[in-house]
């Protein structure tokens, strides 16, 4: 939904994906299979801001049965204005507002 001003003028809202790596366990309701202990975990979220989107990412990790051990570093910050072409996986991330990579340990 775009944000407008004060006087009504439409403002640009700055969409950026973020890379937020965390450490998870599994929980006891999962999606991670039983005979795994635990992952490292990237979840490319879109969002306006870091906050909100280290938020969306909590969220959808509870939500996938996964319990974050550490929020690990560094979270990184892509602009999407400054990529030069559009990947199927930003369309995802953008249309979804996350997508998450799975590496189990």
Known sequence: MPHHNKDGARLMT??????????????????????????YVSCYVASDNYINAIKLALKKLNSDGLYPEEILQPINEIE???????SILLG??????????????
């Open 92 to 105: 995802q991330i953008i249309s979804t507002g996350f997508q998450m990579v799975l590496n189990l340990n």
């Open 80 to 86: 999407v204005s400054s990529w030069g072409s559009i």
């Open 14 to 39: 700055v969409i950026k994906v973020y890379i937020i790596p965390f450490h998870v366990k599994r929980m006891d309701i999962s999606i991670m299979p039983l005979d795994i202990g635990g992952a």
